[in-house]
């Protein structure tokens, strides 16, 4: 049967981030993909302008759409933005979700270091909506927020994921991508034990989005029966590709997009050289 994908995020006009890079990914990965949209951040490959929240009724609305007539095999939350939709959103799982693996991505800063989360809402994030996550994916910058001091090493990065741990949430996956160094490393951290994901760093600007198509992805093992260490591990290797295939590619005047489809796109290529 077709996995299906609900995403409760915000919207990004350039197609690179948000819900259109999670619809993306849900497609790329086979799964039949939702969206609830959260808020409108009026933003481009070059930075966020402006950003406007949907009012708290329309998004419960479209989340008794969905939950009325499509029960998702796995829920993403990306940009909240506020308290109030934090809070709504935390209710409404919490009231009409049972069994559900739910991917937080605790988005809140855009690439052009442009705020998606207003601060007053991080300990609100961190009290209503951790605790029902079955695993949450920081950035080095996120996590720093959510723990309130610097991780600039492999042990603090533990440190860190422990902290993280304690507000509930079951796993956390933290990406070291914003540290220096010529490798990525990132920690899966559960109770009971911790891998490490080390991979080359890739030089390129075309990474707006890599956290929501991460997240994503792992949100689409998971939706297809995958255990969280295969749903993230394949994860790692799709966000790679992706990046990888759009290195060079020129869209946008900022932070390029990652290419969602490059599989695709990769044999379609390959059968128009092979005509």
Same mark, same amino acid.
């Given at each position: 049967m077709l996995a299906?994908?609900?995403? @409760?995020?915000?919207?990004?006009?350039?197609?690179?981030?948000? @819900?259109?890079?999670?619809?993306?990914?849900?497609?790329a990965l086979g799964c039949y993909g939702m969206s609830v949209l959260t808020a409108l951040p009026i933003q481009n490959t070059c930075g966020v302008s402006n950003c406007y929240s949907i009012p708290l009724t329309a998004i419960e609305e479209q989340l008794d759409s969905i939950f009325s007539d499509i029960t998702p095999d796995v829920i993403k939350i990306g940009m909240l933005f506020n308290s109030e939709i934090v809070?709504?959103?935390?209710?409404?799982?919490?009231?009409? +979700?049972?069994?559900?693996?739910? +991917?937080v991505d605790p988005v809140m800063v855009a690439?052009?270091?442009?705020m998606l989360l207003l601060s007053e809402a991080v300990n609100t994030l961190k009290e209503k909506i951790l605790p029902l996550a079955t695993v949450v994916t920081p950035n080095i910058d996120e996590a720093e927020v959510l723990v309130g001091h610097k991780i600039n090493t492999q042990a603090a990065m533990l440190d860190a994921a422990r902290e993280i741990l304690e507000t509930g949430?079951?796993?956390?996956?933290?990406?070291g991508g914003h540290m220096e160094g010529d490798m990525c490393q990132d920690l899966l951290f559960t109770e009971d034990k911790y891998q490490w994901f080390i991979s080359k760093r890739i030089k390129s600007k075309n990474t707006h989005g890599t956290g929501c198509t991460l997240s994503a992805a792992i949100a689409s093992g998971l939706a297809q029966g995958d255990s969280l260490i295969t749903s993230c591990?394949?994860?790692?290797e799709?966000?790679?590709?992706?990046?990888?295939?759009?290195?060079?590619?020129? @869209?946008?005047?900022?932070?390029?997009?990652?290419?969602?489809?490059?599989? @695709?796109?990769k044999q379609n290529l390959a059968e128009k050289v092979a005509i």
């Open positions: 299906k994908a609900l995403t @409760i995020a915000g919207f990004d006009a350039s197609g690179g981030a948000g @819900i259109q890079a999670d619809l993306k990914t849900f497609s809070n709504l959103v935390a209710q409404y799982l919490k009231q009409n +979700v049972k069994g559900i693996p739910v +991917v690439k052009s270091g442009d949430v079951e796993a956390v996956f933290l990406k591990s394949n994860a790692k799709y966000i790679t590709q992706a990046i990888l295939s759009f290195q060079y590619e020129e @869209i946008g005047k900022g932070h390029g997009p990652v290419n969602h489809f490059h599989a @695709i796109w």
